[in-house]
Structures are given as structure tokens and as C-alpha cells.
Nanobody, 127 residues
Framework: QLQLVESGGGLVQPGGSLRLSCAAS????????IGWFRQAPGKERQGVSC????????YYADSVKGRFTISIDNAKNTVYLQMNSLKPEDTAVYYC????????????????????WGQGTQVTVSS
């Protein structure tokens, strides 16, 4: 059974950086899209960045383009989200998710359909 464990969240000042990690177990990430989503209080969960393991094709939300970078280590079955130039509006609970097979990275991020979720990690950007 697929399990996802996120880590790396915390409190950071505006302009700072954090790197989130999501370790998957119970299933390989090959041929599946995996991504990062976030949910701020009172708002819907939204896709931040998603990547397809084998092709490397990726998707970024407009709000994070140029600041966030997603990467995957297939040998470690782990996906990372490097977050730079963080803003207060990036504050949210960040969730890792893995899509059902044959889902593209963009579709996963935009539809959030048929996604298996991790438990989430809090990211707070504040001075």
C-alpha cells in the first residue's frame, strides 16, 4: 500500500528558502505523476507543482514559477520541492500526492483527481 511521508516544513522569513521532501513507500513512482499541493486556511487545496517520474515533464502554478523547483530521485523514491524567495502568501499546509497511473503532471496539478495524499507539512512565511 502506498504511503507518503512529507518533511521539511517550518517557519521562515519572507525571502527565505525551504526544501520539502516526500518519501514514498509501498509503490514505485515510475510512470506516475507526483506533486505538491497546498491548502491555506479557508481555501481549497491547489496544485503547486507536479512531475511525471519517468519523463520528467513538470507543471508549475503561475504563482510559484521561477521560485519553486520540483525534482525527483527515482532511486530513493523521493520527490523534493525547493522553495526560494518565499512570500507570506505561500503560507499553507503542503501536501504530497501521487496520481493514478497514466495521469499527466499537468492534469494531476489542475484536477487533483484520483490522488493519494500524504499527511501534510506546515509552511509558515512570516517575519
Amino acid at each position: 500500500q502506498l504511503q507518503l511521508v512529507e518533511s521539511g516544513g517550518g517557519l521562515v522569513q519572507p525571502g527565505g528558502s525551504l526544501r520539502l521532501s516526500c518519501a514514498a513507500s509501498g509503490s514505485t513512482l515510475n510512470y506516475r505523476a507526483i506533486g505538491w499541493f497546498r491548502q491555506a486556511p479557508g481555501k481549497e487545496r491547489q496544485g503547486v507543482s507536479c512531475i511525471r517520474g519517468t519523463s520528467g515533464s513538470s507543471y508549475y502554478a503561475d504563482s510559484v514559477k521561477g521560485r519553486f523547483t520540483i525534482s525527483i530521485d527515482n532511486a530513493k523514491n523521493t520527490v523534493y520541492l525547493q522553495m526560494n524567495s518565499l512570500k507570506p502568501e505561500d503560507t499553507a499546509v503542503y501536501y504530497c500526492g501521487v496520481a493514478a497511473p497514466l495521469t499527466s503532471a499537468q492534469a494531476m496539478c489542475l484536477t487533483l483527481a484520483r490522488v493519494s495524499w500524504g499527511q501534510g507539512t506546515q509552511v509558515t512565511v512570516s517575519s
